[in-house]
């Protein structure tokens, strides 16, 4: 099996959860960072491809070259049919690279908050489970329109993109569900001050994630088996 490539943009935002999840399955998850200048790998040798957050915005390409690099692979793994999955900033790109307007929004979004699932959201393979409603971590003011083609999955009060789906095996989430006490500890030192995230907000928040993400692991198998 090709291995998954995750792209980590800051030292502190790591796939976290959904590394735990991948490699539960037997997944060779391989962490290219970007902050290093970790080349991108092509998308014809990959069997997935995960995009984390971070704090650049998505049209930041001259401060931040790989940003466009990144929207080109996204674009690429898509039309080969891989596994796809964007978290917040790695979302926003993938909405761009499918099309959509990508764009600062009104107020930062920031803490523990509930995401609230569509109706094809409720029906999702992936999200579905998890819902009518869950919580999860918001860390941005970047929102997107959503993709041509695509699924509109979840929504907050403050920002009604936070989640959609391209075909079966491309997801884009605004939100962080993949905070383990590890990851919660690295980005401890980033956060604002007093932004409302302890251990028992985040154990909370992993309830729901982690079967959110097996699903996606598991959903994208059976998927590019079938």
Do not use: N
Request: net charge negative; with cysteine; hydrophobic share 45%.
């Amino acid at each position: 099996m090709r291995p998954w490539c995750v792209v980590q943009h800051v030292a502190w935002e790591g796939p976290g959860l959904i590394a735990a999840e991948a490699r539960a399955r037997g997944l060779d998850l391989r962490v290219h960072r970007m902050d290093l200048g970790d080349p991108l790998p092509a998308a014809d040798t990959l069997g997935g491809l995960v995009v984390m957050g971070g704090p650049m915005g998505a049209g930041e390409t001259i401060a931040y070259p790989h940003l466009a690099a990144e929207r080109d692979l996204l674009a690429s793994a898509v039309s080969q049919g891989l596994p796809v999955l964007g978290v917040c900033l790695g979302a926003q790109l993938l909405a761009a690279a499918l099309g959509a307007r990508v764009y600062r929004g009104a107020s930062l979004e920031i803490g523990i908050g509930d995401v609230q699932l569509t109706e094809e959201g409720r029906r999702d393979a992936v999200l579905g489970k998890a819902g009518p409603s869950f919580p999860a971590v918001h860390w941005h003011q970047d929102t997107f329109d959503l993709p041509p083609g695509c699924v509109h999955l979840a929504s907050s009060l403050p920002y009604p993109q936070q989640g959609f789906r391209l075909g079966d095996r491309v997801y884009g989430l605004q939100f962080h569900s993949e905070l383990d006490a590890d990851l919660l500890r690295s980005w401890m030192p980033h956060l604002p001050e007093r932004t409302p995230i302890d251990e028992v907000a985040r154990a909370r928040v992993a309830r729901a994630g982690s079967p959110l993400f097996g699903r996606f692991f598991d959903t994208a198998l059976a998927a590019v088996r079938s």
